[in-house]
């Protein structure tokens, strides 16, 4: 069975290619000199006329030497006059004789055959007339000139016609050579130009269909970089069929490993989900009782007399405010390294954000007797590029630490210098100092320092998550230190250059809400409905409805009045912010919402802004934020 023309290796295309013109060339040169045999024979046909025309000429003429010197001898007598036909007569037998072997055969054999017989009756009578003693005037010797005169004449008729015949075959035969080298001629060209346009015409048949077949497989390559299945077809079995059935198996083989990516994504996906569920279900489990907890200590805390209560709802306050620390620092961490870490870069004032973290952390400091040493005016009047919730959360890490292994009575010192396009903020301490081998572990999460760690409260969260968030904000941080010379951590941000007048604005405390107010509490936590019930005891003049239930919230949404609702975002059944977009899209007037939620993930915080709410805060409560907030939605 013969394999069709793509299965054949290329090599063997390129000799059958190559062998087709090859052919056409030999059998052209094969014709060639078959047309030039043909030729040849025509032009010796040519030649041989030629010669028998040349000999019949020839002998006529020494047939005519010898007739006239025979006759000028019989007339005088002399020996002298037989001269010419000595000469002639053997070169007349020769001429004959090649007559006689030229003419054997043709049409005109027989005629030729002829001449010899009279060519030799008349040399005969020429010798007889010749003997000595012959007489011219005998009437026998008369008879006999007489009819030598007679063959003479045939012969010369027959010659002169003979030579007519042979000078008309010698022009046929002249015009038949002619003939035929114009047709070799021709037939050479024909073929010359054939072979050559056979052998072009096979090359770029060839290179076409390569050309065809390659740009085919760049187009499957093509679609296989765009993740896309190669088409259908049959693949050819040369060495082009081989690349593309090796290309078709790779592109099988990545759809194959695109699928498993994809499953593999997600998996990953709803693992990450399941965490982000995991974390948002833990942050809402945590903040929930503390919530509680940290309400009614900082309520104790904030009673007037110097009571035992006071003192414990401070160290309840402490400790609580230690777990909440360890909850959000948590939360940042797994934010960051999903990716989904909220942040609001803008230019920023240094100063201000300086002086709020040193007056937060001032009370830490003094009761270790550790002064805080602010950096210059000049210093803080820097502007830098960044989120300023999170560059305020890495000062408080940064202070915190330097306060908590700074030795007793020391000092701590903030500087910050710009240079260079950047802003490099640092705290100094007089601590112990660190190993370089100690800095190396220094950044990372749940790390902490053995010599400095021992006896002291922390997670060895904090460095890692100011690493995190500094490097997310464009910027860089470290530590220069040596044992027995303290620690000086740095970190560097975008300096900016202009600063907005909206970015200096704080925003301003709101006025005291005077007169009646109705509020409506959907909290399912009993222990949080009593804290809210208690801080808003305050406000005599104000109402409180609750509901334990979203069921409960929408009917009395539904039935209107409220002046502010406080809604927790997780309730038994649905959810906070679900029931609001849902009522707004219903058309129902709906009152400012304050979102009271713990989970304190950013996606949790996005989803209640964009459901309506007015402002979402994060349990446990900032008492003092949440009477802020009250005040300004109900102004």
């Known amino acids: 069975m013969i394999r069709p023309w793509e299965d054949w290796a290329l090599p063997r295309k390129t000799v059958a290619v190559v062998a087709g013109p090859l052919l056409l060339l030999f059998g052209s040169v094969l014709a060639i000199y078959l047309l030039e045999r043909q030729t040849a024979r025509a032009e010796a046909d040519v030649r041989a006329t030629l010669a028998l025309v040349s000999d019949l000429h020839e002998a006529h003429s020494q047939l005519a030497e010898t007739a006239a010197a025979v006759r000028g001898f019989l007339l005088v007598r002399r020996d002298n006059f037989l001269d010419p036909y000595r000469i002639a007569e053997p070169q007349l037998l020769a001429t ?72 008309d075959e010698l022009n046929a035969r002249a015009d038949a050579a002619a003939a035929l080298r114009q047709r070799n001629l021709a037939v050479t060209l024909a073929v010359a130009l054939l072979g050559g346009l056979g052998a072009v015409a096979a090359a770029a048949g060839l290179a076409g269909s390569l050309s ?49 990516l994809d499953d593999a994504r997600q998996q990953a996906e709803a693992a990450n989900r399941a965490k982000d569920e995991f974390l948002s279900r833990m942050s809402h489990e945590l903040r929930t009782p503390l919530n509680a907890m940290l309400g009614y200590a900082q309520l104790m805390a904030d009673t007037p007399d110097a009571t035992p209560a006071r003192r414990y709802g401070g160290h309840i306050e402490t400790a609580g405010r230690h777990l909440l620390g360890l909850i959000t620092e948590m939360l940042d961490v797994a934010a960051i390294e999903a990716g989904s870490l909220g942040l609001e870069p803008r230019a920023l004032r240094l100063a201000p954000l300086l002086q709020e973290a040193l007056s937060l952390v001032q009370p830490q400091a003094a009761g270790r007797g550790i002064t805080l040493v602010a950096p210059s005016e000049e210093a803080g009047a820097l502007a830098l590029h960044a989120d ?60 902490r320092i053995d010599s400095t760690a021992r006896g002291v409260e922390g997670t060895g969260l904090g460095l890692a998550l100011s690493k995190r968030l500094v490097e997310a904000m464009g910027g860089e941080i470290g530590v ?156």
């Open 212 to 260: 065809r077949r390659l740009r085919r497989l760049a187009s499957e390559a093509n679609r296989l970089g765009e993740g896309l299945p190669p088409r259908e077809g049959r693949v050819a079995g040369d060495e082009i069929g081989q690349v593309d059935h090796r290309l078709r198996e790779a592109g099988a083989l990545l759809q194959a490993r695109a699928r498993q």
């Open 96 to 167: 004959v004789s090649r007559l006689s072997e030229r003419t054997r055969e043709g049409p005109r054999a027989e005629r030729y055959a002829r001449l010899l017989p009279l060519f030799e009756l008349k040399l005969t009578g020429w010798r007889e007339l010749l003997r000595e003693g012959v007489d011219p005037n005998d009437p026998a010797v008369r008879a006999q000139l007489v009819e030598g005169k007679q063959t003479l004449d045939i012969l010369r008729a027959e010659l002169r016609e003979l030579g007519a015949l042979e000078r």
């Open 388 to 447: 300023a919730k999170r560059l305020r959360q890495v000062l408080l890490n940064l202070l915190g630490n330097a306060a908590k292994y700074g030795p007793p009575g020391g000092r701590v010192q903030v500087g910050a210098v710009a240079r260079d396009g950047v802003v490099e903020i640092s705290v100094r301490d007089e601590g112990p100092g660190l190993s370089p081998e100690a800095v190396s572990r220094l950044f990372r999460p749940f790390e």
């Open 480 to 635: 220069d230190t040596a044992p027995g010379q303290g620690c000086r951590f740095w970190f560097r941000l975008p300096q900016a250059l202009d600063v907005p007048a909206d970015a200096e604005a704080g925003r301003a405390a709101a006025p005291p809400v005077s007169g009646p107010r109705r509020l409506l509490l959907v909290e399912d936590n009993a222990s949080n409905r009593a804290l809210v019930q208690t801080l808003l005891a305050r406000y005599p003049a104000w109402t409180l409805d609750t509901a334990a239930d979203a069921a409960g919230g929408e009917q009395a949404l539904r039935a209107g009045g409220f002046d502010l609702v406080l809604l927790d975002l997780h309730l038994p059944d649905g959810d906070g912010a679900a029931l609001l977009a849902r009522l707004s899209a219903e058309g129902v007037a709906l009152p400012p919402a304050i979102v009271l939620t713990a989970d304190a993930t950013a996606q949790a915080r996005e989803r209640a802004l964009r459901a309506g709410a007015a402002a979402v805060l994060t349990k446990p409560l900032d008492l003092r934020q949440f009477h802020q907030e009250l005040a300004r939605c109900l102004r």
